[in-house]
């Protein structure tokens, strides 16, 4: 069980325990103890993924324009290399 699931059930809980009395209350606590566990569960593994170095490639164009992309490799690119564009990637030409 991750911190996120954790602190989901606590943050959920008490704001169950404010709403209604007696069973109602009970009832509040427990569903709101569930669902913060399950949201605080998402965002744990939403903010878990792998990430890696990403690249912004800045490309001078022959009409002067100027186009950014990213991508996640720069391969044996190098300032001021001519490139091609093949769909969203840059390639030295």
Not at 45 to 71: E, F, K
């Amino acid at each position: 069980m991750g911190v996120g699931t954790v602190l989901g059930g606590v943050v959920g809980g008490l704001l169950g325990t404010q709403v209604g009395a007696g069973r109602g209350r009970t009832v509040a606590t427990v569903a709101g103890a569930v669902g913060g566990a399950m949201v605080g569960n998402q965002i744990e593994q939403r903010n878990n993924t792998p990430t890696h170095d990403m690249y912004r490639i800045g490309v001078r164009l022959d009409n002067g324009g100027y186009q950014t992309y990213t991508q996640d490799s720069v391969g044996d690119l190098r300032t001021g290399n001519r490139v091609r564009i093949d769909g969203e990637r840059v390639y030295r030409y």
